[in-house]
């Protein structure tokens, strides 16, 4: 069965970079999108940002465009989620998630992924 099995997670300061990383398996993501989502404590499910596996076509937050960037490793079936100049309010549970392409791009929304890690804590400190 799929696999997302996140890490890279930790406690940093303000300023500072992180790079997440995303193992997929259980099959070819070459038709998928893999989406990065957050959630802090007491707020909904935020999205990130996503690549779509086989172009490469990439898609962040405004929140955190110019500071995050994502890209895949095909030879590793790894996604990665680059983020710096990190701020207090970038602190969450991290998720990767998977979900077929279909017909259209791109995929912004939690119900549009199928596949979910189980996440990983990013905290940042001021």
């Known amino acids: 069965q799929v696999q997302l099995v996140e890490s890279g997670g930790g406690l940093v300061q303000a300023g500072d970079s992180l790079r997440l990383s995303c193992a997929a398996s259980g099959r070819t993501f070459g038709n998928y999108a893999m989406g990065w989502f957050r959630q802090a404590p007491g707020k909904e499910r935020e999205f990130v940002g996503a690549?779509?596996?086989?172009?490469?076509?990439?898609i962040l937050s405004d929140s955190v465009k110019g500071r995050f960037t994502i890209s895949r490793d095909n030879a590793k079936n790894t996604v990665y989620l680059q983020m710096n100049r990190l701020k207090p309010e970038d602190t969450a549970v991290y998720y990767c998630?998977?979900?077929?392409?279909?017909?259209?791009?791109?995929?912004?929304?939690?119900?549009?992924?199928?596949?979910w890690g189980q996440g990983t804590q990013v905290s940042v400190s001021s």
């Open positions: 690549i779509a596996w086989g172009v490469g076509s990439t």
């Open positions: 998630a998977a979900g077929p392409l279909g017909s259209y791009w791109p995929k912004t929304q939690p119900y549009e992924y199928s596949y």
